[in-house]
């Protein structure tokens, strides 16, 4: 490295600490891996999801997606039903309440960013999602 690119590695993970460590974000984290992820991934599951299938996909432990579960049940936002092919796997299957409730928040969460977008605009929000997707790919999922 030379002596410009040398601070490159420090102040890239300075600026993502500062960008994950807001407020805002934290919230949209517990979010993501909370209730709305999985009502927001049960959405396009007609047939229901069993609970290591949720895990897995949102990467929470089971303990963790237990409690979940039992919140948005105990809610009304999906029900528990045993699965048809296999009576010992119970899948969690979004209630009509649940998609109303993921509506709301995609709703919010699109609100949310507007100023984002009209600040950078959307040919820089394309590109910043593209430069995310790389930075993801450099660190794979194990």
């Known amino acids: 490295m030379d002596i410009k690119t040398e601070n490159l590695p420090e102040e890239l993970y300075g600026v993502l600490a500062d960008l994950l460590n807001r407020r805002e974000n934290i919230e949209i984290l517990n979010s993501i891996r909370g209730e709305y992820g999985v009502l927001n991934y049960l959405c396009g599951r007609e047939d229901g999801v069993s609970a290591g299938e949720l895990g897995k996909a949102l990467h929470v432990v089971p303990g963790r997606m237990a409690d ?68 993801l790919s450099y660190y794979p999922d194990k």
């Open 68 to 135: 979940i579960l039992k919140s948005l049940e105990q809610k009304g936002l999906i029900v528990r039903l045993h699965n048809d092919k296999d009576r010992r796997v119970v899948n969690a299957v979004i209630t009509d309440e649940g998609r109303r409730v993921s509506t709301e928040k995609r709703l919010e969460i699109h609100n949310d960013y507007q100023g984002l977008f009209r600040i950078l605009g959307e040919t820089e929000v394309r590109e910043l999602i593209r430069l995310l997707r790389i930075v």
